[in-house]
DNA sequence: TTGTAGGCGTTATCAA
DNA sequence: TTGATAACGCCTACAA
């Protein structure tokens, strides 16, 4: 049915070998049937075969990217960000949903390995200390880069969540909050893990006490976690005057909740998600937030992966791309004091003008 | 370097046929190797070479989907959808991303057809009359869906975008609004000029006038767009006194421009979108909007290329998911009117109890 | 500068 | 019930 390069060498009366030289712009081909060629492949419709060419060639140019949920805007960008390095440098993206699912994660796996990729991109579900898994991907044939979640000893990139706690906690406690909660995601997810461990650093840099009843985990990706969690923070005396929420969606739950007990942001309490949502910035108070830097972390990884089947460096290595505070309303008390009403303060900051 | 069929049948002194007939679960083959076989498979962690397989059954189990902006929720949405539906059947996805690049487009569909993939996706960034492209895409060899935006005598599936329009205008006008403006996205893209079409035909059927200068072509994609649009729209006099933006993003511009110019939504103006954005909810004003059912556009797409590559039926068809609206507080002047005062009406309705 | 032959890993056909 | 052999479409020596 298709055009095969046999077809164009009949069509030309030449050699399948000479075709195939040609359409390599080989050296040793003259220009009159290079230009010929060319000519009939465009004229036939010619597409040559990857399959029998990565047989041959042990290359495909097909990388494969797993990722928990292909919807959520985290991935989503992301793996923009990988497309835009591999698509100029000639791979697709074999791309696969998990579901957050271990299960269904080694069966991609094994999947992408059938289909013969020359590197994959693993946002994992298994739990980090699944010894067995991390002893299968250590194994592999082919080069792995790991995002957006860590393995220990594992080449990695993904955005630097410690600092990220880090930063957001200590944000809080400049703004004059002192009673600072955190909204955690599940223990099983690394980006949680650190995020909770660079909030209980900043806590103790800060020299603030460190309650542990003021750290409740939660479903991390959607608003009804942070809603939950919110509505318990909110219950305890003294009330926590401040919540860091590990993800944008648990902190959108979290203004939900304290909107609806009638509290205002910032004055009553302060809040900052991670994420940097796109309609952040819309909400009923403009929401503060840590930027993940997105597009960068696909960018690293991407560019990481190339280097890695192109060199064949196998040396484990990390990449944390270090994340971006960004103010908005919901925690900028510090702003507040100065001149203007709340009101107008919070109309001028969450809402600046578009251009 | 990788195992080979022809490792496993060494290592079982069998011959490399009876291993694959053995794993393809044959009838003629005795259930005592068979266990060896896969006993083998498993200890020697062998898998098949897709490649070598496909390029004797013409047969990849791998579908191409093209998509002009990976990163648009609508479309991060499809593709889960796609995904959830093609996953379960045994294939997989190569995710291409155009940029809303006709030319890249182009190239990528080649490519695609290079890998030999089994059936293709598309929501073509060409422009709907480009006739050439329309006879690429007639004469494919393999089976192709498009998706989202439509292209004559193609098979489709997408939302209804002409109902999509009719509804939302429909909707404006029973709130009692009557000089109802339009902000639109290009004409080169289906569904804005389906959208477009829509509205129309409701200004056409509740008998008001269709005044030209209410309809404003903005960047459909992002806030600014909107923004821009609904500032020209303030300044006409009269001014509308609602508005029907063909996408989100636009409506949310449009909204900020509005609350910029003191006015208030739904009495003063009202607002509706296109896409039940995740956070629209969660905004200064929640807003109204016509979900377009992302996830069953995804499911029926696939399915109807699932079944095209099974049964070869090529017959054009379109699958048309019918909208649903979500009635929010930004066109919800009905509701207003009703017991309670505005304030209280609002934060009712836009902020129902998560649970 | 061009052509011939062998093989990549698998499946399919047919003979044993 | 199993095994030998020929494809599938392409690339890459090496020969001409």
């Not at 042990?58 to 990722?67: P, Q």
Request: glycine share 8%.
């Amino acid at each position: 049915m298709a055009i095969r390069l046999k077809d164009v060498a009949q069509h030309l009366q030449l050699s399948v070998s000479t075709v195939s030289a040609a359409l390599q712009n080989r050296e040793d081909i003259s220009e009159a049937t290079r230009i010929r060629v060319v000519e009939a492949v465009e004229q036939l419709g010619y597409h040559p075969n990857s399959l029998a060419r990565g047989l041959i060639t042990r290359k495909t140019f097909v990388l494969g990217v797993i990722v928990p949920d292909l919807s959520r805007s985290f991935f989503a960008e992301v793996l923009k960000g990988i497309d835009s390095i591999t698509s100029p440098a000639g791979y697709n993206l074999l791309v696969c949903n998990t579901e957050e699912n271990a299960k269904r994660e080694k069966e991609i796996l094994n999947m992408l390995l059938s289909n013969q990729v020359d590197g994959v991109l693993l946002a994992s579900a298994h739990d980090p200390n699944d010894a067995d898994w991390r002893t299968r991907l250590a194994r592999l044939a082919v080069p792995l880069v790991l995002i957006d979640r860590r393995l220990a000893a594992m080449t990695f990139v993904g955005g630097d969540d410690e600092a990220i706690g880090f930063e957001a906690t200590r944000h809080l406690f400049e703004q004059g909050y002192r009673r600072i909660a955190h909204i955690a995601g599940p223990k099983t997810i690394s980006t949680a893990v650190g995020r909770l461990k660079g909030y209980r650093r900043a806590l103790k840099a800060t020299g603030l006490k460190a309650r542990e009843d003021y750290v409740i985990e939660s479903n991390y990706h959607d608003e009804s976690g942070g809603y939950d969690a919110m509505r318990k923070l909110l219950g305890f005396s003294p009330r926590p005057d401040a919540v860091f929420a590990a993800s944008d969606p648990n902190a959108i739950g979290a203004l939900q909740a304290a909107l609806e007990a009638g509290l205002r942001l910032p004055q009553d309490i302060g809040l900052i998600g991670v994420g940097n949502h796109r309609y952040g910035r819309y909400l009923r108070v403009p929401l503060s937030t840590v930027d993940q830097q997105r597009s960068t972390i696909g960018h690293s990884a991407a560019n990481l992966l190339l280097s890695l089947i192109e060199k064949e460096q196998f040396r484990p290595r990390s990449i944390l791309v270090p994340p971006k505070l960004v103010i908005r309303d919901s925690s900028n008390r510090a702003e507040l004091g100065r001149s203007r009403t709340p009101r107008t303060a919070a109309a001028q900051n969450g809402n600046r003008r578009m251009r």
